[in-house]
């Protein structure tokens, strides 16, 4: 078992024969996963290193039944090609771009609700990878094993440092949700799906300073989740009122701090290391229970 995705899906790319899309794709075609088609409306007809190229998501879904479409276009084509793809109704739009108009995002993330058929992870997100199965985004392949741990993280360098730090135990999925202002599938989503999986065992929830997901996060934890659940919230030493890194990353007043934070997710059960190392040795110490 995984969340979202497995060694059945079938991903296009959007973008593939973009110098990144191009890259990524050989790297998520490396680790194993079925990457079935990229989707280029000038270059239809195409084909790279074997994979066909489409014109639509339409005619690359009809052709090869894909389930999965990873974007790399350019911020200015984000919305488009998104919107494309909820039209096209794939069940999964992983969307990598960062830079992507706030009033963008908000215009096809309502699209994908609305359309009740379509999933959205990110914009400005590495990606998901259920380890030895499927690697839909640009997810190092080889930093971690499968295993028991689900994984779910705002940050995409925190989502490779933790997975690096348990390699030894391994990942039933992670998944990168993005730190926009604005995202598909949050912290809640993924909890309750691993939650869901019988393959997991712990779940660990990487959060950040700005907003109140983590919050939320803490609630929806304290009323559904029974499984084990190891935190790290990245910004202990933001100073306040500054924005930080990732577009969603500001503190105003108490609100949004990682001190906040913390204190949220540690009444609802959850253990909180103050590091990512010292959040690995937590989960260390639930996995040997």
């Not at 028991?148 to 360098?157: E, H, P």
């Not at 997975?163 to 990942?171: C, P």
């Not at 990168?176 to 730190?179: D, E, L, Q, S, V």
């Given at each position: 078992m995984s969340i979202f995705l497995n060694e059945q899906s079938k991903?296009?790319?959007q973008g593939m024969t973009g110098s990144e899309g191009l890259k990524h794709?050989?790297?998520m075609v490396a680790s194993g996963a079925q990457v079935v088609g990229g989707v280029n409306p000038r270059k239809a007809g195409e084909q790279v290193d074997g994979i066909p190229v489409f014109g639509?998501?339409?005619d690359a879904m009809k052709e090869t039944g894909a389930d999965v479409s990873v974007v790399f276009v350019p911020p200015k084509f984000?919305?488009?090609a998104v919107e494309e793809a909820i039209d096209a109704g794939i069940p999964l739009a992983v969307v990598i771009t960062e830079g992507i108009p706030v009033h963008d995002t908000a215009a096809f993330f309502t699209k994908a609700q609305r359309s009740g058929s379509t999933r959205l992870i990110g914009p400005n997100c590495p990606g998901l990878i259920t380890p030895g199965r499927s690697n839909a985004g640009i997810i190092p392949a080889d930093i971690a094993e499968a295993g028991?741990?689900?994984?779910?993280?705002?940050?995409?360098?925190l989502t490779y440092q933790m997975?690096?730090?348990?390699?030894?135990?391994?990942?039933s999925t992670a998944v990168?949700?993005?730190?926009d202002p604005v995202i598909g599938t949050t912290h809640i989503d993924c909890l309750a799906a691993f939650q869901d999986d019988p393959d997991t065992d712990v779940i660990v929830m990487i959060g950040e300073i700005g907003g109140d997901a983590e919050e939320r996060a803490a609630d929806f934890i304290k009323a559904s989740v029974t499984k084990p659940v190891v935190g790290y919230v990245a910004g202990f030493t933001a100073p306040e009122g500054k924005t930080m890194g990732h577009a969603g990353a500001i503190v105003s007043g108490s609100s949004g701090t990682a001190v906040a934070k913390q204190e949220a997710l540690e009444a609802a059960g959850v253990r909180v290391g103050r590091t990512p190392s010292e959040a690995a040795r937590l989960v260390r110490e639930v996995v040997a229970g």
């Open positions: 991903i296009i790319v794709t050989r790297r639509t998501v339409v984000a919305r488009g028991r741990i689900g994984l779910v993280s705002k940050s995409g360098t997975m690096y730090e348990l390699r030894d135990i391994g990942f990168g949700i993005g730190g």
